[in-house]
């Protein structure tokens, strides 16, 4: 059975870029636009690893984390951004949720080669 990544992107052309690379990679993907769609998916459904943009209006990727956390905490998540911001991007990394970061813009290869990291390959037991 293929790993389970869910993709949040407030921009959905990005999300549906990485949702695309992922699955062609193998894996099955599933794409949310928002902290409250990306929270209810997260913690309503079985997912390896969690790709998650920071900036985004309403819930912001930290905030996302913060509330799945309490439910989900063994959820490995990756942090696909483009915040430049050294304070910014160590307050996020402080989580032990984050598992990795990935800065836009980015190639498919350092993407995949960054979540095969953390969760190992698509079909990988």
């Not at 769609?37 to 998650?52: I, N």
């Not at 989580?95 to 953390?118: C, H, Q, S, Y």
Request: net charge negative; glycine share 6%.
């Amino acid at each position: 059975m293929p790993k389970r990544i869910l993709i949040c992107d407030d921009a959905e052309a990005v999300a549906r870029n990485i949702e695309t690379m992922l699955t062609q990679e193998g894996y099955e993907c599933r794409v949310v636009t928002d902290g409250e769609a990306c929270y209810q998916a997260a913690t309503s459904e079985h997912f390896d690893l969690l790709c998650l943009d920071v900036k985004m209006p309403g819930f912001s990727g930290a905030e996302v984390i913060d509330v799945i956390e309490v439910e989900r905490p063994d959820l490995n998540v990756l942090v696909v951004s483009g915040i430049r911001s050294r304070k910014e991007r160590e307050e996020v990394e402080e989580n032990p949720m984050v598992r990795g970061w990935v800065d836009k813009p980015f190639t498919r290869a350092t993407l995949v080669a960054i979540v095969e990291g953390i969760i190992g390959k698509a079909a990988d037991a």
